[in-house]
């Protein structure tokens, strides 16, 4: 089976512009999360979603937003675009829906250069 | 806010060596989880830790979690270059929360 997917691999950016990434979830996982890893750091959580509903949202300006679609793949959003925004962005999935920290399968990334 | 600090940052080490890599925190977790990250790639996730006191192993890696559920350790025996990558500790606080990362120990061994 396929494990998580994400599209495109690398994109590069102009600040002030807007950006979609994309994500489809390993196969019957329902819920998927972002993460932001910046360079020398652990991942961070942005987003989970469940059932095309926000579950939880970490501590992220609101030009960050998702949706999820009934086919369970997801859509990041990154608004009015920073430098600071320049990151490597992981989806992972999820087979457990109970709670937020459970265990996640991470795609290989999307990594966001913003100029 | 919980935090996972990890040590070292940084360890570069002979091919067949042993080593040991920390990952603390002065908050409980209910669950702590190791993941491994190559250059390009995303986590993957090694172990899953839950009761305190626990140690699993997994080939030549040995996870240990704190009695207090507070910290954790990954021992890996006879290093091989196969190891090299940045090795993430993960916990969750319990409840309803995310996953919270720490910053990573980046492993090189060397043939």
């Known amino acids: 089976d396929a494990g998580v997917t994400q599209s495109p691999t690398h994109l590069i950016k102009t600040r002030g512009q807007q950006v979609t990434l994309r994500c489809s979830p390993i196969?019957?996982?329902?819920?998927v999360s972002w993460y932001q890893q910046v360079l020398g750091q652990g991942p961070q959580f942005i987003f989970q979603y469940y059932e095309k509903e926000e579950r939880g949202r970490g501590n992220f300006p609101d030009r960050f937003s998702a949706r999820q679609f009934p086919n369970y793949s997801s859509e990041l959003n990154v608004n009015a675009l920073l430098l600071g925004d320049s990151a490597l962005y992981l989806c992972a999935s999820s087979l457990d829906v109970r709670t937020l920290g459970a265990t996640q399968y991470f795609g290989p990334g999307t990594r966001l250069l913003v100029l | 806010t919980q935090l996972l600090e990890q040590s070292p940052q940084f360890l570069s080490i002979q091919e067949g060596e042993n080593l040991t890599v920390y990952c603390n925190s002065s908050?409980?977790?209910?669950?702590l989880q190791w993941y491994r990250q190559e250059p390009g790639e995303g986590p993957v996730l090694l172990v899953t830790v839950v009761t305190g006191g626990e140690v699993k192993k997994l080939k030549r890696l040995t996870f240990q979690f704190g009695d207090a559920r507070k910290d954790s350790s990954l021992h890996i025996t006879a290093a091989q270059p196969g190891d090299t990558g940045l090795y993430l500790c993960a916990g969750v606080a319990g409840g309803n929360t995310p996953l919270v990362f720490g910053k990573g120990t980046r492993l090189s061994v060397i043939a």
């Open positions: 908050s409980v977790f209910s669950s």
């Open positions: 196969s019957g996982h329902k819920s």
